[in-house]
């Protein structure tokens, strides 16, 4: 035994498949299921949720036991590989709330109990990664749980999806269109209270994103029959009794109807008008809500009720035979509302009711119908508006879930078909749906069984084919070109003179009479032979054997419809029905297709289309007749097990890789291989032991490389950042060094041509030149006049410069002269007089500069009042003590010397000795050498005593005085060496001037006056 085991990256442990090698024989054994427990705890509490643990898995006792086992416990679903076997558990269970949706969304297969959710999620994340279409086919018999199952699908595939607000619609749409199908294509049966007397498939379209954005429904044969009768204990079409609970007064009252099934010969022949397990009046509710969502309008609706409506009516058309045996309708009531409610003229429909045209060459004759043609009539138009308009309904549906644009997208398809079917009296339908059954086990057993067993002979694979019963023989008995039973029925229905279902009956024993899985009452043996009447065949179908009535076969398959009825429908003015009954049918001379052909083109279409996908199944298992919940009928439930090939499924499954991938996809995901189950759980155990460390290792080693790829992110960042803005450092530096090779550039040129008159070549640079010499000028202005410095200029603006210089001392000199006050404005002129006569030719005079000359050196308190009286008024204006030295002895006496403004007077005491009037003053003499000396010459006359000789203190103040007063200053003179002075009365003396030690004045011996006077500090 081999057993696949795989360890997906989130650590999940699949069990993917077991094999069994064949020559491995093991017993059943019932305790191996118990060992299997111990070791699967944690996920699997009952029995074993695969089919291909089980150790006996040849053993059909332990098949059912572990599926009962469960079943009690309500674990309904169980895999067998891939493939889900489902129990129908007759009660509500808690195992599809939007919580276990959640569950099962995007966990791999295994991980998780086997439910529905895991087949859909399974097939929906193969689709998104693959890219590839799918269906999921599910199968069982009537009332076994495939409608519920589809239902489930499509709710989790509308809450797990990712959807926008725009999808909503189609969501609701998609999830929305099965009530309004199962109203109108769904009754109770004995078999199941919601049964699907129609088959579909769905596809539900997804984007690229896996978003569902659209889907399309096919349909496939109604079974129109219903319409106009009912078996005992069975209904007619939900929607007959839900119009008449649930629909509103005026609604009822429009259509001529009445709150009542009873009335209604269509709804009665059951006897079972109101069932327990059906609320009518709330799926009405249901139903008009979703043809609101679906995109009805009111018209729609109007129309189709009153189809709804019309069909009741119909049915309770009575004809009566009149004198001619012809057929005449009883009442006119009923007749009046048809007429109304499908807009058809009364007295036309009433004809066409009782009449029929045949056509004789070219001309058309009406004949009239006999009581029995005109009830076949009147339920022919009955079952016809109603199948079409079923089809309709399902095109309108299909219109509002249509996908408009053209993107590609995946889908994946819904097969909810009705299930195999074993009545009491099973009829031209029966045979339709038992043959559909036929050809859906011919498919699975072509997609799993025999291709898997062909490729692994193929492959060379040391491979003990396993038995199956291959439902090919069946399929071929029913639909052969020529030799099988719907041709030779067709034959029967086209060929001319009296076909009969008798002589049907006898064409098939003739043809395929030697066929083992064709039985009549003829060909039977003689213990067959009772429970086969004369009317009867019997197949014997890979489900079982069903005996068929062949009653009504030509007629069903015919689904003739009176020409002229069909006139009258052409020209109904209801618009569904005018839209089902195009005038271009009238038109075509052919024959149209039988029933039993449509059905089987339309069921190899189906085949075709599902032969392109991935398949996904689920097998409904019923399990018990009676619909009551935890009953687990053995006997019910191995049959099933059994056609449906589930025990030959389990063993190409555990013998085989029944984990069917592309080989790179395969060894993408797979890393181990287990020969026994034992091993895998023991290996199971281990890992659950071991499955934190691992985990937390994993993990560690995961965010380390997050980490890593995280830092290698941002250290690629930060180097592109750092490029990047080096390379604008660098721009920007080479810009700025271009610039300085240009401006340097342009200042050498400049500096070459900066003699040359102004040029572009140097314009800038002089500019440049002139602003830094006139900015270094500006700091550098001197001061005040005195100041003599100034900056020296570039030779090119030695001009300018000398401009600028004498403006500068020009304006030092003005904002000097400003400055000046009166007093020392006077001060200035007698040092300018002062400098004129001394400058450079006195000793004294450099030191002298900076003292101040005085106004006066004595006031006018300090002279005597006499003398001021003696002066008679005039005012002093300058007086000094002076020292006098006599003519004769040059004596040396302390006088003061008086200036007015006429004369200079010598006083002593109170008395003036001398007056010198500065009109006769004749000179003003002094030394060149640092004395105090002055002599004032004056005039020879009797008045005048002789020449002044007077030492000052301040020689050079008192001088400049006495001239400016005399106004007589080139009469001073500045002697070297000696001087000669009048000594009165014409005498001359001499006056020697020289330097010694110590300043000194006597008279020598030589007579002169000698003054010594110290060496001038140079
Ligand atoms: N998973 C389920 N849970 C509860 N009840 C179910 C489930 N599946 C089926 N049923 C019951 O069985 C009945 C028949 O199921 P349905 O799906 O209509 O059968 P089918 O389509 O195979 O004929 C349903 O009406 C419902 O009452
Ligand atoms: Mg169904």
């Not at 619909?627 to 687990?632: A, H, R």
């Not at 890393?671 to 759980?681: D, E, N, Q, V, Y």
């Not at 602003?771 to 200029?793: E, F, G, T």
Request: glycine residues 6%.
């Amino acid at each position: 035994m081999f057993l696949l085991y795989s360890a997906p990256p989130d650590l999940t442990v699949h069990l993917f498949s077991s094999m069994t090698l064949s020559h491995e024989k093991e017993e059943v054994e019932d305790n191996t299921d118990i060992i299997m427990e111990g070791a699967l705890i944690a996920r699997d509490r009952v029995g074993v949720q695969d089919f291909v643990l089980l150790d006996s898995h040849t053993s059909e006792a332990a098949f059912l036991n572990n599926l009962r086992k469960r079943y009690q416990e309500n674990l309904i679903y169980t895999y067998i590989g891939t493939l889900l076997v489902s129990v129908n558990p007759y009660k509500e269970l808690d195992i599809y709330t939007v919580t276990q949706m959640q569950l099962y969304r995007g966990v791999n297969f295994f991980e998780l109990p086997p439910h529905l959710y895991a087949i859909a999620d399974n097939a929906y994340r193969v689709m998104c990664s693959e890219y590839n279409n799918h269906f999921i086919l599910i199968s069982g018999e009537s009332g076994a749980g495939k409608t519920e199952a589809s239902k489930k699908i499509l709710q989790y595939y509308a809450v797990t999806c990712p959807t926008t607000e725009q999808l909503q619609v189609v969501r609701d749409r998609l999830l929305l269109s099965n009530p309004v199908l199962e109203a109108f294509g769904n009754a109770k049966t004995l078999r199941n209270d919601n049964s699907s007397r129609f088959g579909k498939y769905m596809d539900i379209q997804f984007d690229f994103k896996g978003a569902p954005v659209g889907g399309h429904i096919l349909s496939y044969l109604i079974e129109k029959s219903r319409v106009v009768h009912q078996n005992h204990g069975e209904r007619n079409f939900h929607i007959f009794y839900q119009l008449l609970e649930g629909g509103e007064k005026d609604l009822l009252s429009w259509l001529g109807l009445e709150r009542n099934p009873q009335k209604y010969a269509y709804l009665v022949q059951g006897r079972c008008a109101k069932v327990f397990s059906i609320n009518d009046k709330n799926d009405w509710k249901i139903v008009r809500k979703a043809f609101s969502i679906i995109d009805f309008t009111e018209k729609d609706l109007e129309h189709l009720f009153g189809i709804v409506a019309s069909v009741l009516h119909l049915g309770n058309i009575q004809f009566e035979e009149d004198s001619n045996g012809h057929a005449i309708i009883r009442n006119g009531t009923q007749i009046k509302w048809i007429s109304k409610l499908l807009g058809v003229h009364l007295s036309i429909l009433q004809e066409a009711l009782t009449h029929r045209k045949i056509e004789a060459r070219s001309e058309e004759v009406l004949s009239p119908l006999n009581v029995d043609l005109a009830f076949y009539a009147r339920d022919a138009v009955a079952k016809a508006i109603y199948g079409r308009t079923f089809t309709w309904l399902v095109n309108k549906i299909n219109g509002s879930l249509a996908n408009k644009d053209s993107t590609r997208k995946t889908v994946i398809g819904l097969l909810d078909i009705y299930g195999f079917e074993v009545l009491d009296t099973n009829s031209f339908e029966q045979f339709c749906i038992n043959y559909c059954n036929e050809k859906l086990q011919q498919l699975l057993i072509e997609m799993t069984l025999k291709a898997e067993q062909e490729e692994y002979e193929m492959e060379g694979i040391e491979w003990e084919p396993i038995p199956y019963f291959n439902n090919k023989i069946i399929c071929d008995l029913v639909e052969q070109k020529h030799k099988g039973i719907i041709s030779i029925l067709d034959e029967e229905c086209l060929r001319p003179g009296e076909a009969t279902d008798l002589s049907f009956l006898e064409k098939l024993e003739e043809k395929v009479g030697d066929h083992a899985h064709f039985v009549t009452r003829k060909l039977a043996d003689q213990k067959t032979r009772k429970s086969i009447d004369w009317v009867d065949f019997r197949l014997l179908h890979y489900a079982g054997e069903v005996t068929y009535c062949a009653v009504g076969f030509l007629e069903k398959n015919n689904d003739l419809l009176y020409r002229n009825l069909k006139e009258v429908l052409c020209n109904s003015k209801n618009g569904i029905v005018r839209e089902c009954f195009l005038l271009s049918e009238l038109d075509s001379r052919r024959r149209p297709e039988t029933v039993a052909t449509q059905f089987k083109n339309s069921l190899m279409s189906l085949i075709e289309i599902l032969m392109s996908k991935e398949p996904s199944y689920v097998r409904c298992i019923k399990p018990n007749e009676n619909k009551e919940p935890g009953k687990f009928d053995d006997c019910l439930i191995r049959h099933q097990v059994k056609y449906l090939g589930l025990m030959e499924h389990l063993r190409v499954r555990r013998a085989g890789f029944a984990y069917r991938r592309k080989y790179e996809h395969f060894l993408q995901r797979t890393k181990i291989f287990i020969r026994f189950p034992k091993t895998l759980f023991a290996t199971e155990d281990a890992f659950e032991i071991r499955k934190h460390l691992l985990v937390s290792r994993l993990q560690a080693k995961y965010k380390g490389r997050l980490g890593k790829r995280d830092y290698q992110k941002k250290r690629k960042a930060a180097i592109k950042l750092e490029a990047c803005w080096r390379g604008v450092l660098a721009r920007k530096e080479a810009k700025k060094r271009t610039w300085a090779v240009q401006i340097i550039r342009k200042f050498i040129k400049g500096f070459i041509n900066r003699k040359k008159p102004l040029c572009p070549e140097n314009t800038e640079f002089v500019r440049l030149v002139q602003y830094k010499y006139l900015m270094k000028l500006r700091d550098h202005i001197p001061r005040n006049v005195l100041d003599k410095s100034w900056l020296q200029p570039p030779s090119i603006l030695e001009e300018i410069s000398e401009m600028l210089q004498k403006i500068c001392i020009r304006n030092l000199v003005q904002k000097y002269c400003r400055g000046v006050t009166p007093e020392r404005k006077v001060q200035l002129q007698q040092k300018a007089v002062t400098s004129a006569i001394f400058r450079g030719k006195k000793e004294g005079y450099q030191q002298s500069i900076n003292l101040p000359f005085a106004d006066t050196r004595l006031k006018e308190t300090d002279i005597s009042p006499k003398v001021l009286q003696l002066i008679q008024g005039e005012k002093v204006k300058y007086a000094t003590p002076v020292v006098k030295y006599d003519r004769n002895g040059f004596k040396a006496r302390e006088r003061l010397l008086v200036l007015t403004q006429s004369s200079a007077y010598v006083v002593e005491m109170a008395k003036i000795k001398q007056k010198i009037d500065y009109a006769t003053l004749k000179g003003i003499s002094t030394s060149n050498l640092c004395d105090g000396i002055v002599v004032i010459h004056v005039p020879e006359d009797n008045k005048q005593k002789g020449d002044v000789i007077l030492q000052c203190e301040h020689i050079f103040e008192t001088v400049t005085k006495l001239c400016m007063l005399a106004n007589k200053q080139n009469l001073v003179k500045v002697v070297k060496g000696s001087l000669r002075f009048r000594i009165g009365s014409g005498k001359e003396g001499t006056m020697v001037f020289t330097v010694g030690p110590e300043p000194h004045v006597f008279k020598a011996k030589d007579g002169q006056l000698t003054v010594v006077s110290n060496q001038a500090k140079s």
